[in-house]
């Protein structure tokens, strides 16, 4: 991720809408994933976040995305992530920053968002940006190499992908 999102230089955005709003009021500043940034010589951090779908049709909260090298999505619930930005100007400048080069990444939710459809008891739309396949985040954990075996089936012409977890 690093390398691809720039080396040291590089200028990351971290999205952590998956998340619950507990989750997000217990970790306002997001000290502890800039931190992990910071430890791979990455200082350029900021977080993006909103529930709201006019906001993510905002110029204000797009505007750190147009000199992202790179964007992680956090973990938490998938459908929260497409449920605010799906559709909206944010998910056009996250286009932009890999038709930019630039890298996005995520850890569980995150992960899942990428693909063109992924699993959350049932196959559902997400954003496309890894396109033809289906993102399976938990994969042995959560035993989805047995439960989505017949809707996946049904799409034989994507690429099905099981992550596990800590991968």
């Known amino acids: 991720f690093l390398e691809l999102a720039g080396g040291y230089g ?18 306002p500043n997001f000290e502890k994933v800039k931190m ?8 350029s951090v900021q977080i993006l ?12 909260i797009c505007s750190g ?19 605010a930005y799906q559709g909206t100007r944010l998910e056009t400048e996250l286009r932009n920053v890999l038709a ?31 396109e033809g396949t289906i993102i399976m985040n938990h994969f042995l954990s959560r ?7 017949d809707e996946i089936r049904k799409h034989d012409d994507y690429l099905s992908i099981g992550i596990d977890d800590n991968t």
């Not at 590089?10 to 970790?27: K, M, Y």
């Open 10 to 27: 590089a200028n990351i955005i971290v999205i952590p809408t998956a998340l619950s709003d507990s989750e997000l009021s217990r970790q």
């Open 36 to 43: 992990r940034f910071s430890n791979l010589g990455i200082d």
């Open 49 to 60: 976040h909103t529930r709201s779908r006019e906001e993510a049709n905002s110029k204000q």
């Open 65 to 83: 995305l147009k000199n992202a090298t790179g964007v992680f999505i956090l973990g938490g619930n998938t459908q929260r992530i497409l449920d």
């Open 100 to 130: 930019r080069d630039g890298i996005i990444a995520g850890v569980s939710a995150g992960s899942g968002a990428l693909g063109s459809f992924f699993f959350d008891h049932r196959l559902q739309r997400g954003f496309q940006f890894l």
């Open 143 to 149: 035993n989805k190499q047995f439960d989505n075996s």
